[in-house]
């Protein structure tokens, strides 16, 4: 267990004690959602520029109920479309809260949530150059992935199944090889449905996974929450350990020496 207490998940050089983040959306109140975070052990919680309100004072804010001394925010570029609204939500954001590390998605469809990758990779290096540690939403192309890391992203965030599916990890193989062919953080991003689809990620050897849907419309949120919290962890321990060989023909448990 030492070892598993001694593995930080580290991003932009920063370390967090959980690999599970959690986003901010689609709770039916902010006390839950609080709730939910505080269960979940989560470090890093998404939060929605272009929605979620963060400076005005006449409306309840986010941080009245996550503080953001605890725990660190990481605005999104949520319902973008094109290159231009992302960086301008990134920008406003950096002004009001300071913030540097962010996560950039860049919307291609508003019916699937697909990522539009020209614009994705344009806006990683515009920000990056700007002096952003950005966190990347995209397709599960290693391609793809590989020309966000050349442009200077600092986590590649493919995605499990369109947002809000909650159909899991529909191409293993790609995670795999996106494994393989990067050092940056990999963290799962969009399309879990349930505790044993972060467990998968885990085993697959991504450094995290981040989860909104799948824990906001739960039918019990504070348990969901709790569930992936206990996956991740176990998913983690599972890949660190060491799986064995997988072999399709059967293997005896007990040796065959000393038979009666």
Same mark, same amino acid.
């Given at each position: ?15 967090f ?11 039916k109140?902010?006390?839950e ?5 505080e ?10 520029? @272009?929605?979620?309100?963060i400076?005005?004072?006449k409306? #309840?804010?986010l941080?009245d109920?996550i503080? #953001? ?6 605005p ?14 990134? @920008?406003?954001a ?19 949530l ?16 700007e002096?952003?540690?950005v966190?990347?939403?995209?397709n599960?192309d #290693?391609?793809?992935?590989k ?5 200077g992203?600092c ?23 996106i ?5 940056l953080?990999l ?7 349930q ?10 050897g ?13 039918k019990?949120p ?5 569930a992936?919290?206990?996956a991740?962890?176990?998913g983690?321990q ?17 040796p065959?020496?000393g038979?009666?």
């Amino acid at each position: 267990m030492a070892k598993l207490k001694s593995d930080k998940l580290i991003i932009a050089k920063k370390k967090f004690n959980s690999r599970l983040i959690v986003g901010t959306g689609k709770y039916k109140s902010m006390s839950e959602c609080a709730k939910a975070i505080e269960l979940s052990g989560a470090d890093i919680v998404t939060v929605a520029v @272009r929605r979620v309100n963060i400076s005005n004072n006449k409306k #309840p804010l986010l941080m009245d109920y996550i503080d #953001p001394k605890k725990i660190t925010y990481l605005p999104n570029t949520a319902g973008c479309f094109n290159s231009d609204e992302a960086l301008r939500t990134l @920008r406003l954001a950096r002004e009001i809260g300071g913030w540097k590390l962010v996560k950039l998605e860049v919307l291609g469809d508003k019916k699937n949530l697909f990522p539009e990758m020209i614009e994705t990779i344009k806006s990683t290096e515009i920000l990056t150059k700007e002096g952003f540690k950005v966190m990347v939403y995209c397709n599960d192309d #290693p391609l793809m992935a590989k020309r966000l890391e050349n442009v200077g992203a600092c986590a590649i965030m493919p995605l499990a199944a369109p947002i809000g599916s909650g159909l899991g990890i529909q191409n293993k193989v790609n995670i795999k090889i996106i494994r393989k062919q990067t050092k940056l953080p990999l963290i799962i991003d969009a399309g879990l449905g349930q505790a044993s689809d972060a467990t998968i990620a885990m085993e697959l050897g991504c450094d995290g996974v981040l989860v909104n849907t799948a824990i906001a419309k739960a039918k019990k949120p504070f348990n969901m929450a709790l569930a992936f919290k206990n996956a991740v962890i176990a998913g983690r321990q599972s890949f660190l350990s060491g799986r064995i060989t997988p072999n399709l023909m059967g293997s005896a448990s007990s040796p065959s020496k000393g038979i009666i």
